[in-house]
């Protein structure tokens, strides 16, 4: 589960929008044409564009502060009223003379979008603005943890202003997160990261995505000439590709969609909070992979809380127990894509009747790195090992019963008497196992850098609760 121990503040700088609905039904066509007529009931507004970032990083607890230009008309003053009521400081925001504050309307019946009009400026903001942009992020940038750029390429983040912020971000030490925009890239060189989804990446980088060798070239190439320290590429159901110093990737979760509809939106705020409250970079776009699929399954620009993100990771832990029983090969992959900072920990055993001596030894072992897997002795192994009396449980049952543990990430059933192959192939960090073999040789030692003896709970263990059964 997460946990936001304390709310980030955060800067956002961007394309400030309203996204404006209106509500209705339909049961006829037109006769004055051949398009639909829609009987409206209803009509909201929110939050757009770098304001869905903000609406999405308010909901997940942080601190916003807004710097933007947006025009001096009647819409800028909703937007306003918008942004007050969410509790967010506006004293960075700017008003220019003859620019549009955007507005974007969308018709919807039954839930459908029949058409959607723009009242936009798409032009750049006046030198004049950029300047006093760059002063008063310049003066104010050492008061946030970090600062968001969410660039719709409506005209506020300039090649020369994008450059400067990202200058002043790095020369205080921020973090710069930037969901980009257009096919040239150069003024966001030097940023912490940028979030292009396939599509952007492709253009971007002038290769042609179509699987993992081409994903994997594009993104280092971003990556490189950049001289970004992430590039995290969105790739809808196929989950997200992270960049560090190899490509990782991140499988989708599964989740009935209704509305993609600033679903980018969430991942730059929900990567914000995780890396404003110390997340490393595969928490945090964990997190935001499971704020995406909050808010995909709501209609329109929708944001996520901590609580839903929450009630969704334990939604998906209830129907996802079994998943985790995976076999060897299978684990191998995903343990060479996790990368060097994640530090991996096996231990081994039969687990046949699952006691309190058990739980808190897999407690004590998953506190040792980053993710535990549990090699489980099969049912012909239990037998060679302990008896044709044993187990109790069949291996299914064991590792059903196992998965259900949060601190268990993966079990993987093995049939031989050890499990020196298995660890063989896995390569962990980490070997964990109990102190009673303390001046024995612990089997696999060779193949791992650490191996880790831990205290057992007196007095517990299967045979002796076996026994007392039998003895009713």
């Excluded at 009987?39 to 757009?48: F, H, M, V, Y």
């Excluded at 925001?93 to 974007?104: I, M, P, Q, S, V």
Aim: charged residues 25%; neutral net charge.
């Amino acid at each position: 589960m997460y946990k936001i121990s304390k709310a980030p503040k955060i800067l956002v700088v961007g394309d400030l929008m309203i996204d404006h609905y209106l509500w209705g039904s339909c049961e006829r066509i037109s006769p004055e044409a051949p398009v639909q007529v829609v009987d409206i009931k209803n009509e909201t507004s929110a939050l757009g564009g770098a304001g869905n970032v903000i609406s999405n990083l308010v909901s997940l607890g942080a601190d916003v502060d807004v710097a933007s230009v947006i025009g001096d008309d009647e819409t800028k003053d909703i937007l306003v009223e918008m942004l007050k009521k969410l509790g967010v400081g506006t004293h960075m925001l700017l008003f220019e003379n003859g620019r549009k504050t955007a507005k974007k309307s969308r018709i919807m019946a039954s839930h459908q979008q029949i058409v959607r009009y723009d009242y936009e400026s798409k032009n750049d903001i006046s030198i004049e603005n950029q300047e006093r942009l760059q002063k008063a992020i310049g003066n104010t940038v050492l008061e946030y943890d970090l600062i968001l750029l969410s660039d719709y390429a409506k005209g506020v983040l300039t090649t020369e202003l994008t450059s400067n912020i990202i200058k002043i971000a790095k020369e205080n030490g921020k973090l710069t997160l930037i969901d980009p925009k257009g096919e040239d890239y150069s003024k966001y060189r030097g940023a912490t990261l940028i979030t292009p989804n396939k599509k952007e990446a492709s253009i971007a980088s002038r290769i042609k995505i179509t699987d993992d060798k081409s994903l994997k070239i594009a993104g280092e190439k971003l990556k490189s000439e950049l001289k970004l320290d992430f590039v995290i590429v969105t790739l809808s159901e196929d989950g997200m590709a992270i960049f560090d110093k190899k490509m990782t990737k991140i499988p989708t979760i599964a989740r009935e969609v209704y509305d993609v509809t600033g679903a980018g939106d969430t991942v730059l705020a929900a990567l914000g909070i995780g890396l404003g409250s110390g997340f490393d970079i595969y928490k945090a776009v964990l997190f935001a992979t499971s704020a995406a699929a909050v808010v995909v399954a709501k209609l329109g620009s929708a944001t996520a809380s901590i609580d839903e993100i929450n009630r969704y990771e334990n939604q998906k832990l209830n129907s996802d127990i079994e998943s985790k029983i995976i076999t060897a090969n299978e684990l191998q992959k995903i343990f060479e894509h996790k990368g060097e900072k994640t530090k991996t920990v096996f231990t081994n055993g039969c687990f046949d009747i699952l006691h309190a001596g058990h739980i808190k030894y897999l407690q004590k072992a998953k506190n040792l790195g980053s993710l535990l897997v549990v090699g489980l002795n099969s049912d012909e192994s239990v037998k060679k090992l302990k008896g044709s009396s044993r187990p109790i449980n069949d291996e299914r049952d064991r590792a059903v019963v196992l998965c259900a543990l949060g601190f268990v990430d993966y079990v993987v059933i093995f049939n031989e008497e050890t499990p020196y192959r298995l660890i063989q192939q896995l390569k962990p960090n980490i070997l964990a196992k109990g102190a009673d073999y303390k001046g024995r040789e612990v089997v696999g030692s060779d193949l791992v850098k650490e191996v880790v003896l831990i205290d057992f709970v007196e007095n517990k263990s299967t045979t002796n609760i076996i026994k007392r059964i039998q003895n009713q």
